[in-house]
């Protein structure tokens, strides 16, 4: 119940603050986002929060602009995160290397407590030298832990519902 309360406060002052940084915090153990846009809201039945227009949303290991992006919470941690745009990116910093991936794209999902982020449809992934392009209906996986991509076959489809 006091999640909810925080999360309750937290929607409350993102509607008087529009495009101001808000922090999200996944769960006692993570890190902090933090996300700006040009309108949130906060579902409390499905635990999910939607960002919608201009959204930027970052932490110490990556920053995604998109034009939509819903952060799903399961008991009282964030789940997953769903991003669509045109255009959509990220960009992660590597922690073994310290050097950047850059990524574009129609949608992603990014299952939090795995540390793997699945591009899906047409994507260019750029780091150093390397360059990793799909197709419309294709998917490419990046795993946070290892940095390895690696191609996979699209198994959801995803949409942002009108709240």
């Given at each position: 119940m006091i999640w909810l309360l925080k999360y309750l406060i937290l929607v409350s002052f993102f509607i008087v603050s529009v495009f101001i940084s808000q922090t999200i915090v996944a769960s006692e153990t993570s890190e902090?986002?933090?996300?700006?846009?040009?309108?949130?809201?906060?579902?409390?039945?499905?635990?999910v929060f939607s960002f919608e227009g201009n959204v930027k949303?970052?932490?110490s290991n990556y920053s995604i602009n998109a034009n939509n992006i819903l952060v799903f919470f399961n008991n009282?941690?964030?789940?997953?995160?769903?991003a669509t745009g045109n255009p959509l990116?990220?960009?992660?910093?590597?922690?073994?290397?310290?050097?950047i991936l850059h990524c574009e794209?129609?949608?992603?999902?990014?299952k939090v407590n795995e540390?793997?982020?699945?591009f899906i449809g047409a994507s260019k992934l750029e780091?150093?030298?390397?360059?990793?392009s799909t197709s419309p209906g294709s998917c490419i996986a990046y795993d946070l832990k290892?940095?390895?991509?690696?191609?996979?076959?699209?198994r959801w489809h995803y949409y942002f519902p009108n709240h």
């Amino acid at each position: 119940m006091i999640w909810l309360l925080k999360y309750l406060i937290l929607v409350s002052f993102f509607i008087v603050s529009v495009f101001i940084s808000q922090t999200i915090v996944a769960s006692e153990t993570s890190e902090k986002i933090s996300v700006k846009s040009d309108l949130v809201r906060f579902s409390k039945d499905e635990g999910v929060f939607s960002f919608e227009g201009n959204v930027k949303l970052t932490n110490s290991n990556y920053s995604i602009n998109a034009n939509n992006i819903l952060v799903f919470f399961n008991n009282e941690k964030m789940d997953k995160i769903l991003a669509t745009g045109n255009p959509l990116t990220i960009d992660i910093t590597s922690a073994k290397k310290n050097d950047i991936l850059h990524c574009e794209g129609e949608s992603i999902h990014f299952k939090v407590n795995e540390n793997v982020i699945y591009f899906i449809g047409a994507s260019k992934l750029e780091k150093d030298d390397d360059s990793y392009s799909t197709s419309p209906g294709s998917c490419i996986a990046y795993d946070l832990k290892t940095e390895k991509v690696t191609s996979c076959e699209p198994r959801w489809h995803y949409y942002f519902p009108n709240h």
